[in-house]
């Protein structure tokens, strides 16, 4: 059974860094695509980043783009998501889900229904 448990969400200041992590269980490392998503109060769940199975394909959100960094330890069965220069709008609960298909360079892999696994997500509050 594939399980996906995200990590290192916590309140912060504008302007700070925060990591988070996705440890995931269950599943071949190296044949999952990794995703990020977001879920502001009253909104809908948004993508932010996406890496492809080997570590080598990203795909980011423009609202993030040149902030955050998605990266993959395959070693550790892990997925982060680095995220620099916080704004009170990246206030969310962050998700990380898994992909079990085949990534192809040409795609952003933005949607919800790309991704077979999710985990319970984990809270990040950007104070101003």
């Known amino acids: 059974q594939v399980q996906l448990v995200e990590s290192g969400g916590e309140l912060v200041q504008a302007g700070a860094s925060l990591r988070l992590s996705c440890a995931a269980s269950?599943?071949?490392?190296?044949?999952?695509?990794m995703g990020w998503f977001r879920q502001a109060p009253g909104k809908e769940r948004e993508f932010v980043a996406a890496v492809s199975p080997n570590g080598a394909g990203t795909t980011y959100a423009d609202s993030v783009k040149g902030r955050f960094t998605i990266s993959r330890d395959g070693a550790k069965n892990t997925g982060y998501l680095q995220m620099e220069a916080l704004k009170p709008e990246d206030t969310a609960v962050y998700y990380c889900a898994a992909r079990i298909a085949p990534w192809y360079t040409s795609r952003t892999y933005s949607k919800r229904d790309e991704y077979d696994y999710w985990g319970q997500g984990t809270q990040v509050t950007v104070s101003s």
């Open positions: 269950g599943v071949t490392t190296s044949r999952y695509a």
